[in-house]
């Protein structure tokens, strides 16, 4: 082992908190070592986006049972399309507390979850960095403000290609070198007239697909189906993106099926030297050196590296001397969405309305009320119109036979649902550990188990205001509003937005990491993933995660430039 | 080499149980026409066990399902789907899909068997009582007559009757089977999606944009 290279910097996980990192500091000219747990996937062999259901020997659907029992909101992720990329729970199970809930979506592979994300790209606003001191009172403020984070969000904005260039709304700022929007589809306009009536505005969704060819890849060929993976590169992935420009640079280096299970601490500075980690082919234990190590492996995983990392000098696991870790978890507040048609557009004759893959418009938050008896904060919506790849809501009504086969035909092109996102809070009771029952994974490293609801007085209180309002802009439409039940809040996990558990802060004693996502424990240990999250505003989390990971390793560069480390 | 084994790790998991039986060989030639009862060369993206739509000229026997049995299904999802001056699920072959489905939930959910076949004792049962013959021996009328008695909780939550549960199961595969396969979903609902297309113009209508 002596003559192993000391590297600049281990990043770990290639996704969009690992794969920006990785790129930041590599095109930085140090020396990069990027572990990842997963296999090189192959855009050729692995993305399927145009094959069609029948293509498939169940339609999709896979054989009865074949990946178990999913966690609610895994159902569509799941399928022969995608069940070679992602982990399958029953195959590799983790553990969840009496009680409790969670689904936890993992893909091992180059890229990660970037490989098959929502790609929605809103910025947090001036409000969401400082919820305590500018909002209500509640929880905390991150450690940075709104401007200091903003720069980062135009590195990353220009790197990846965003489009839906906007104006922006109170506390949504926009990037203003957006590619434009994407057109909206019939069901669109009609919920833009209807929402405008009643004062709420409708914006272009901001989205990492292309409207345009850029960076020399081509704009969207509007499929659809970037959720199965996309052949172009058209939308943004650390495997198509990020991969390639580093790949080109000698100072990085990509090990794949590479799983971490520790991180090395110098005795005698108290600083990272390294890590260890398990090859995947052989199952051997081998260690890394690096004068840095930055952990960007997903929220769960960058926590359980974290407290398998513990030592006699930190037995609660490292970096955990405030005893915060694993804790303060949160996702969205997120549950069914209303299903409705529009009468003028039934039966119209069918078009295509894959377009991106996803809505071209949305609604911002628009509630801001300092009346906080109900619930905090604020939700965002987002609707889905139009002719999609199934029968629509017109199969959920009662009867069969020839009439509903036609009423089926007739409602197809004007299906409407419209759902949201509330804001979730960040609780210390919603937390991750290591599984007190020994449960392992399959190399032997202890896996976690959760702790975690999603049901708590907050969550049913601003979903019950959120579905009067999905309601009443619906009406305001003019679309029908279909029958349909109202549901307890998702669970953590559920919308793929997990985040927290190694809050950032300005103070060691409630927090883990400091204002530049580095442990407070450790200067030179970074984690620049979702789990550094303080608060969980509603918007999406993607972009977020690849600012703050830009922003920290950015800073991180400089530190080993001037050797500050 | 681990790479392609991982990407082909679903196809060969199928085709390998299938392949361990005798009669998983015989259903393997039946509905893998060009592996002549062997294993594929290409296993990831073949269509293995895809359900054939039209052409297919061999006399169909099912895997799952008894021939008596099979024939109601087809009533069954002919009734749910019926062909009228669009195709139905006769055309699309749904009660195909149905007996490949259902066969296929022997390794990992064998109650769904235990469904079908409970179910489709049941519907006899009930249509002994009502009609004095098996369900598949009624007329048209009274097959249609039985199976809205079996929806009516659908319509009236206070409803209950005891062929419900077996009636919603035949209707979510059936309009599952129909508006997956090429006919149902391409032909009669008209999806024109996951393709290539050089613009998306979203709303062509002045009168929705105005």
Same mark, same amino acid.
Request: some cysteine; charged content about 20%; aromatic content about 10%.
């Given at each position: 082992?002596?003559?192993?290279?000391?590297?600049?910097?281990?990043?770990?996980?290639?996704?969009?908190?690992?794969?920006?990192?990785?790129?930041?500091?590599?095109?930085?000219?140090?020396?990069?070592?990027?572990?990842?747990?997963?296999?090189?996937?192959?855009?050729?062999?692995?993305?399927?986006? #145009?094959?069609?259901?029948?293509?498939?020997?169940?339609?999709?659907?896979?054989?009865?049972?074949?990946?178990?029992?999913?966690?609610?909101?895994?159902?569509?992720?799941?399928?022969?399309?995608?069940?070679?990329?992602?982990?399958?729970?029953?195959?590799?199970?983790?553990?969840?507390?009496?009680?409790?809930?969670?689904?936890?979506?993992?893909?091992?592979?180059?890229?990660?979850?970037?490989?098959?994300?929502?790609?929605?790209? /809103?910025?947090?606003?001036?409000?969401?960095?400082?919820?305590?001191?500018?909002?209500?009172?509640?929880?905390?403020?991150?450690?940075?403000?709104?401007?200091?984070?903003?720069?980062?969000?135009?590195?990353?904005?220009?790197?990846?290609?965003?489009?839906?260039?906007?104006?922006?709304?109170?506390?949504?700022?926009?990037?203003?070198?957006?590619?434009?929007?994407?057109?909206?589809?019939?069901?669109?306009?009609?919920?833009?007239?209807?929402?405008?009536?009643?004062?709420?505005?409708?914006?272009?969704?901001?989205?990492?697909?292309?409207?345009?060819?850029?960076?020399?890849?081509?704009?969207?060929?509007?499929?659809?189906?970037?959720?199965?993976?996309?052949?172009?590169?058209?939308?943004?992935?650390?495997?198509?993106?990020?991969?390639?420009?580093?790949?080109?640079?000698?100072?990085?280096?990509?090990?794949?099926?590479?799983?971490?299970?520790?991180?090395?601490?110098?005795?005698?500075?108290?600083?990272?030297?390294?890590?260890?980690?398990?090859?995947?082919?052989?199952?051997?234990?081998?260690?890394?050196?690096?004068?840095?190590?930055?952990?960007?492996?997903?929220?769960?995983?960058?926590?359980?590296?974290?407290?398998?990392?513990?030592?006699?000098?930190?037995?609660?696991?490292?970096?955990?001397?405030?005893?915060?870790?694993?804790?303060?978890?949160?996702?969205?507040?997120?549950?069914?969405?209303?299903?409705?048609?529009?009468?003028?557009?039934?039966?119209?004759?069918?078009?295509?309305? /894959?377009?991106?893959?996803?809505?071209?418009?949305?609604?911002?938050?628009?509630?801001?009320?300092?009346?906080?008896?109900?619930?905090?904060?604020?939700?965002?919506?987002?609707?889905?119109?139009?002719?999609?790849?199934?029968?629509?809501?017109?199969?959920?009504?009662?009867?069969?036979?020839? +009439?509903?086969?036609?009423?089926?035909?007739?409602?197809?092109?004007?299906?409407?649902?419209?759902?949201?996102?509330?804001?979730?809070?960040?609780? +210390?009771?919603?937390?991750?550990?290591?599984?007190?029952?020994?449960?392992?994974?399959?190399?032997?490293?202890?896996?976690?188990?959760? #702790?975690?609801?999603?049901?708590? /007085?907050?969550?049913?209180?601003?979903?019950?205001?959120?579905?009067?309002?999905?309601?009443?802009?619906?009406?305001?439409?003019?679309?029908?509003?279909?029958?349909?039940?109202?549901?307890?809040?998702?669970?953590?996990?559920?919308?793929?937005?997990?985040?927290?558990?190694?809050?950032?802060?300005?103070?060691?004693?409630?927090?883990?990491?400091?204002?530049?996502?580095?442990?407070?424990?450790?200067?030179?240990?970074?984690?620049?993933?979702?789990?550094?999250?303080?608060?969980?505003?509603?918007?999406?989390?993607?972009?977020?995660?690849?600012?703050? +990971?830009?922003?920290?390793?950015?800073?991180?560069?400089?530190?080993?430039?001037?050797?500050?480390? | 080499?681990?790479?392609?084994?991982?990407?082909?790790?679903?196809?060969?998991?199928?085709?390998?149980?299938?392949?361990?039986?005798?009669?998983?060989?015989?259903?393997?030639?039946?509905?893998?026409?060009?592996?002549?009862?062997?294993?594929?060369?290409?296993?990831?993206?073949?269509?293995?066990?895809?359900?054939?739509?039209?052409?297919?000229?061999?006399?169909?026997?099912?895997?799952?399902?008894?021939?008596?049995?099979?024939?109601?299904?087809?009533?069954?999802?002919?009734?749910?789907?019926?062909?009228?001056?669009?195709?139905?699920?006769?055309?699309?072959?749904?009660?195909?899909?149905?007996?490949?489905?259902?066969?296929?939930?022997?390794?990992?959910?064998?109650?769904?068997?235990?469904?079908?076949?409970?179910?489709?004792?049941?519907?006899?049962?009930?249509?002994?009582?009502?009609?004095?013959? %098996?369900?598949?021996?009624?007329?048209?009328?009274?097959?249609?007559?039985?199976?809205?008695?079996?929806?009516?909780?659908?319509? %009236?939550?206070?409803?209950?009757?005891?062929?419900?549960?077996?009636?919603?199961?035949?209707?979510?595969?059936?309009?599952?089977?129909?508006?997956?396969?090429?006919?149902?979903?391409? %032909?009669?609902?008209?999806?024109?999606?996951?393709?290539?297309?050089?613009?998306?113009?979203?709303?062509?209508?002045?009168?929705?944009?105005?």
């Amino acid at each position: 082992m002596g003559s192993q290279p000391v590297y600049d910097v281990i990043v770990v996980g290639s996704g969009a908190a690992g794969g920006i990192a990785a790129f930041v500091l590599a095109t930085k000219g140090l020396s990069v070592l990027c572990l990842e747990a997963g296999r090189m996937i192959d855009p050729g062999e692995d993305f399927h986006p #145009h094959k069609m259901p029948f293509d498939w020997p169940y339609r999709g659907h896979g054989k009865p049972g074949q990946y178990g029992k999913l966690p609610q909101g895994m159902g569509w992720k799941i399928t022969e399309w995608t069940d070679h990329l992602y982990t399958i729970p029953q195959e590799d199970p983790y553990a969840v507390a009496p009680g409790s809930k969670f689904t936890w979506t993992r893909i091992r592979g180059v890229g990660g979850r970037t490989n098959v994300w929502g790609r929605s790209c /809103d910025r947090f606003g001036p409000l969401d960095f400082k919820p305590k001191s500018l909002q209500d009172g509640w929880g905390d403020d991150w450690p940075v403000t709104y401007d200091e984070v903003a720069p980062y969000y135009d590195h990353v904005e220009k790197l990846i290609g965003v489009s839906g260039l906007s104006e922006g709304v109170y506390n949504t700022p926009c990037g203003q070198n957006l590619l434009p929007g994407f057109h909206a589809r019939c069901g669109e306009w009609l919920i833009k007239h209807g929402a405008e009536k009643l004062g709420i505005k409708v914006l272009p969704l901001q989205l990492a697909v292309l409207s345009q060819n850029y960076d020399g890849r081509p704009e969207c060929h509007y499929c659809g189906a970037c959720n199965n993976g996309c052949d172009t590169a058209s939308r943004f992935s650390s495997l198509d993106v990020l991969v390639p420009k580093l790949k080109k640079l000698k100072n990085f280096t990509l090990r794949t099926n590479s799983v971490v299970r520790t991180v090395l601490l110098d005795k005698d500075t108290g600083k990272a030297r390294g890590v260890t980690y398990i090859d995947t082919h052989n199952g051997q234990e081998y260690e890394a050196s690096a004068k840095a190590v930055v952990l960007g492996a997903s929220m769960v995983e960058s926590i359980r590296i974290l407290f398998n990392s513990k030592d006699r000098n930190s037995p609660q696991g490292l970096a955990n001397s405030s005893g915060v870790l694993g804790k303060y978890l949160m996702e969205h507040v997120a549950f069914n969405d209303i299903p409705g048609f529009f009468p003028q557009l039934a039966g119209r004759p069918t078009t295509n309305d /894959d377009g991106p893959g996803e809505a071209s418009l949305y609604i911002p938050r628009y509630y801001y009320s300092k009346d906080q008896k109900k619930f905090q904060r604020g939700f965002r919506l987002q609707f889905w119109t139009g002719c999609g790849e199934g029968p629509g809501h017109g199969a959920s009504l009662p009867g069969f036979g020839s +009439a509903y086969k036609k009423r089926i035909k007739e409602l197809y092109p004007a299906n409407v649902s419209i759902g949201g996102y509330g804001e979730g809070l960040a609780f +210390a009771s919603n937390y991750v550990e290591i599984d007190p029952g020994g449960l392992k994974d399959r190399y032997g490293i202890p896996q976690v188990r959760f #702790h975690t609801t999603a049901e708590y /007085d907050h969550a049913f209180a601003i979903r019950d205001y959120m579905y009067d309002e999905m309601e009443r802009i619906l009406k305001a439409s003019g679309a029908e509003i279909l029958p349909y039940q109202k549901v307890n809040p998702s669970p953590l996990g559920a919308v793929t937005h997990e985040a927290g558990g190694a809050r950032m802060g300005d103070d060691p004693k409630t927090s883990v990491l400091d204002a530049w996502n580095r442990c407070h424990d450790a200067k030179n240990l970074l984690v620049v993933d979702a789990a550094s999250f303080v608060s969980h505003p509603e918007k999406h989390t993607t972009l977020t995660i690849m600012a703050m +990971a830009y922003r920290a390793a950015d800073h991180l560069a400089e530190e080993l430039r001037t050797g500050s480390v | 080499m681990t790479d392609e084994i991982i990407g082909r790790r679903k196809a060969l998991k199928y085709l390998s149980v299938l392949a361990a039986s005798a009669a998983g060989q015989e259903f393997l030639a039946a509905w893998l026409p060009a592996a002549e009862g062997g294993l594929p060369a290409h296993a990831p993206h073949t269509t293995a066990g895809q359900t054939p739509e039209l052409g297919s000229t061999s006399p169909f026997s099912p895997k799952f399902f008894s021939p008596r049995q099979f024939a109601t299904v087809e009533t069954l999802t002919e009734l749910i789907i019926p062909t009228d001056d669009q195709p139905g699920s006769k055309e699309a072959q749904v009660a195909r899909f149905i007996d490949f489905v259902v066969f296929s939930a022997a390794e990992h959910q064998p109650h769904l068997q235990e469904e079908w076949t409970e179910g489709l004792a049941l519907l006899d049962k009930l249509s002994r009582e009502k009609h004095g013959h %098996d369900f598949r021996d009624l007329e048209g009328s009274e097959q249609e007559s039985l199976l809205t008695e079996m929806s009516l909780p659908e319509n %009236d939550p206070k409803a209950s009757h005891p062929g419900f549960a077996f009636y919603r199961l035949v209707k979510e595969m059936t309009v599952e089977g129909f508006y997956t396969s090429k006919i149902g979903l391409k %032909d009669v609902l008209g999806f024109q999606g996951r393709t290539y297309l050089s613009e998306f113009q979203g709303c062509t209508h002045p009168e929705h944009q105005a």
